[in-house]
Nanobody, 126 residues
Framework: QVHLEEFGGGLVQTGGSLRLSCAVSGSIYTVDAMGWYRQAPGKERELVAAELHTEDSYYSESVKGRFAISTDDKRNTLYLQMNDLKPEDTAVYYC????????????????????WGKGTSVTVSS
């Protein structure tokens, strides 16, 4: 079992920055992919950024160049550094983690991962 808890959401102005953190506990050794999803009001959940234990990473086109995903050495904490925030980044952000999954493309994670945090809200004012 893996437990995830997000921290760091809040209200920020356009162009500002926030860093989200996700505390990861439990059977971390069973986890391969870890990532951040978001869901804006009235929209489907989307994969924003993800990282494998190999440190191979993925970013959605909408955040590439502005967001950065990282972990501490033991993968106890997952981070999402968000820079140059835009109103369209407003959403609830969820930390997620998954077992090793067959396949080689990131699309296998588009639909979600096995473990989820409860989410943290990010609001970007214009």
């Amino acid at each position: 079992q893996v437990h995830l808890e997000e921290f760091g959401g809040g209200l920020v102005q356009t162009g500002g920055s926030l860093r989200l953190s996700c505390a990861v506990s439990g059977s971390i050794y069973t986890v391969d992919a870890m990532g951040w999803y978001r869901q804006a009001p009235g929209k489907e959940r989307e994969l924003v950024a993800a990282e494998l234990h190999t440190e191979d990473s993925y970013y959605s086109e909408s955040v590439k160049g502005r967001f950065a995903i990282s972990t501490d050495d033991k993968r106890n904490t997952l981070y999402l550094q968000m820079n140059d925030l835009k109103p369209e980044d407003t959403a609830v952000y969820y930390c997620a983690a998954d077992y090793p999954r067959p396949g080689s493309t990131w699309s296998r994670y588009y639909g979600g991962m096995y473990y989820w945090g409860k989410g943290t809200s990010v609001t970007v004012s214009s």
